[in-house]
């Protein structure tokens, strides 16, 4: 392939590219309707209302507990 094929390749391409673009990015009309009867759930989540997470009681000594075996585990 010679360089002026790419040449006239690039051009069909950029020709291609500018022709089409043109016609495939119409907006689509807001001609839908709403069904009356449907749930809509999409909504903003209000996060500053949680609760601060906690641990479980025995979180703290369990992992404790696993640290020391894994521990004694590695060592064998």
Known sequence: MSYSEIVIQIKKAEEFSATNTK????PTPLNYQTHPQAIYTSRLLNYSKLPKPKNEENFEKELEELTESMSLLIRI
């Open 23 to 26: 016609t495939t990015t119409t």
